[in-house]
């Protein structure tokens, strides 16, 4: 069973307290914020990732972050998990630096979690849309909407979220196979002192 230390449910509290960082200090946020200029300060495409532009984005997140993170977190285990958040929503402000003067959120880093989990788990059911649904189905919605947002004028970043859940679905493939090798080369382990004991009372 992996190890689950909750970081998804730490990361949702971290998004919380610089959020009211945010709110106390504009500086603040305009020093992790990612825009054309990050090109020179390559560590935004980190630091992006937990400022949030309102209360209800925030939220959003937070909700989206606890439900689907611990799923995928009991899965994996935290630290791939932890890998999935950053590497995902670091993959995706990469790319929606090529299309937005600026960016910030979780968004993307957690339809990486969402992508990584609709291949890991895909008949998984999950509540999302207010109604119950296997976890491929939560997907492909999210994928609908966003790429129809893309079409759309709103302060969203579709294309952000869409990249986030492209690289969860490559990172998911990779970890579903490797989950599916280790359950193929598992063997059951016999203590020898038990062995023993076998073959003294059925082999003498």
Do not use: C
């Given at each position: 069973?992996?190890?689950?230390?909750?970081?998804?449910?730490?990361?949702?509290?971290?998004?919380?307290?610089?959020?009211?960082?945010?709110?106390?200090?504009?500086?603040?946020?305009?020093?992790?914020?990612?825009?054309?200029?990050?090109?020179?300060?390559?560590?935004?495409?980190?630091?992006?990732?937990?400022?949030?532009?309102?209360?209800?984005?925030?939220?959003?997140?937070?909700?989206?972050?606890?439900?689907?993170?611990?799923?995928?977190?009991?899965?994996?285990?935290?630290?791939?998990?932890?890998?999935v958040f950053i590497i995902t929503g670091i993959l995706a402000n990469i790319v929606s630096f090529n299309f937005y003067p600026?960016?910030?959120?979780?968004?993307?880093?957690?339809?990486?979690?969402?992508?990584?989990?609709?291949?890991?788990?895909?008949?998984?059911?999950?509540?999302?849309?207010?109604?119950?649904?296997?976890?491929?189905?939560?997907?492909?919605?999210?994928?609908?909407?966003?790429?129809?947002?893309?079409?759309?004028?709103?302060?969203?970043?579709?294309?952000?979220?869409?990249?986030?859940?492209?690289?969860?679905?490559?990172?998911?493939?990779?970890?579903r196979s490797k989950i599916q090798k280790e359950k193929r080369t598992h063997k059951i382990k016999v203590p020898e002192h038990?062995?023993?004991?076998?073959?003294?009372?059925?082999?003498?």
């Amino acid at each position: 069973m992996p190890e689950v230390k909750f970081y998804s449910v730490f990361i949702a509290i971290l998004l919380v307290v610089i959020f009211a960082i945010q709110l106390i200090s504009p500086a603040f946020e305009q020093a992790l914020i990612l825009n054309q200029s990050s090109i020179y300060q390559p560590w935004k495409f980190l630091t992006a990732i937990f400022l949030h532009g309102s209360l209800s984005h925030l939220l959003l997140n937070m909700f989206a972050l606890i439900l689907f993170g611990l799923m995928l977190e009991k899965l994996i285990g935290s630290n791939k998990f932890l890998l999935v958040f950053i590497i995902t929503g670091i993959l995706a402000n990469i790319v929606s630096f090529n299309f937005y003067p600026s960016s910030l959120g979780a968004s993307g880093a957690i339809m990486g979690v969402i992508g990584a989990l609709a291949i890991i788990r895909p008949m998984m059911t999950v509540w999302a849309f207010g109604m119950i649904m296997p976890m491929f189905i939560a997907a492909i919605i999210y994928i609908v909407i966003d790429s129809i947002g893309i079409f759309i004028p709103d302060n969203i970043g579709h294309i952000a979220h869409l990249s986030g859940i492209f690289f969860g679905v490559i990172i998911g493939i990779y970890l579903r196979s490797k989950i599916q090798k280790e359950k193929r080369t598992h063997k059951i382990k016999v203590p020898e002192h038990i062995m023993r004991k076998w073959e003294a009372i059925y082999m003498d």
